[in-house]
């Protein structure tokens, strides 16, 4: 699947170089498509809502990409439930192609989005799920367990992510959690990456999941996570959730 998103500028920060108004939006995608060297994509996503924007307008663009060819379907990225009713509300008033897609956050430390805010979205709209930070950007993975401060290099020396909570703040906490979350995986015979991921994808209301991987070793390891998804049953939900406790 080849998909693209809309929102932030790509040159200069001024208005029509960003955010989801019609000219934006349409330039943007035509921009989109010719880096891509792609005539179309299967889905162009709304990387953030604009509430400097009508959601008429935002739909009715979206509405002419489909209707000329240059996407299958659109959808949003950290969007409130809210304003996905909403602008399925607008598509329903006016008969526009509806969002058919959200990409929310989601791993163990993250799930009232998908688990609370979105049921009724997942019942009554069928909406499917592109989920980000599966493993928390690699906190999950247990790499930042023992460390006294981020490896160079990596993710959460990098970038302003916010590692600081659950290394910083619950440190003690989030490194009690992974030690006994190893030694489960350990007992399943796989990494806590594999873990981590096959309990993302192991939730029927997730479409799929963004690896998220930096290296091809990363990657090959955590599509393993398939194999290990094979292998739920509710007793291993159980001892997941007695070790993090982060049910909603």
């Known amino acids: ?31 989109s498509l010719k880096a891509l060297d792609h005539d179309y994509v299967d889905v162009i996503f709304c990387h953030r809502s604009d509430i400097k924007t009508p959601m008429e307008e935002i739909c009715r663009s979206f509405d002419w990409l489909i209707r000329k060819g240059y996407t299958f379907y659109w959808g949003t990225s950290e969007w409130t439930a809210a304003e996905i009713a909403e602008a399925h509300m607008v598509c329903e008033k006016y008969n526009l192609v509806k969002p058919v897609v959200e990409q929310p956050q989601y791993n163990l430390y993250n799930r009232d989005k998908i688990e609370v805010d979105f049921r009724r979205l997942f019942q009554n709209k069928k909406l499917g799920t592109t989920v980000w930070s599966p493993l928390l950007g690699g906190v999950l993975t247990g790499k930042y367990n023992d460390c006294e401060k981020f490896p160079e290099g990596s993710r959460a020396d990098s970038t ?65 996570a398939l194999n290990v998804k094979k292998k739920f049953t509710k007793e291993l939900e159980e001892k997941i959730e007695k070790i993090f406790g982060t049910t909603p």
């Open 160 to 224: 302003n992510f916010k590692y600081e909570l659950y290394l910083v703040k619950r440190k003690e906490q989030t490194q009690q959690s992974l030690k006994e979350f190893k030694v489960l995986a350990d007992e399943m015979g796989c990494s806590m990456a594999q873990l981590a991921m096959a309990w993302v994808i192991n939730n029927p209301d997730v479409s799929t999941a963004i690896t998220g991987a930096t290296r091809v070793e990363q990657l090959k390891d955590t599509v393993k």
């Open 1 to 31: 699947m080849l998909s693209t998103k809309l929102f932030w500028s790509t040159s200069e920060d001024i208005p029509n170089r960003r955010g989801l108004s019609r000219k934006h939006i349409i330039e943007g995608a035509k921009n």
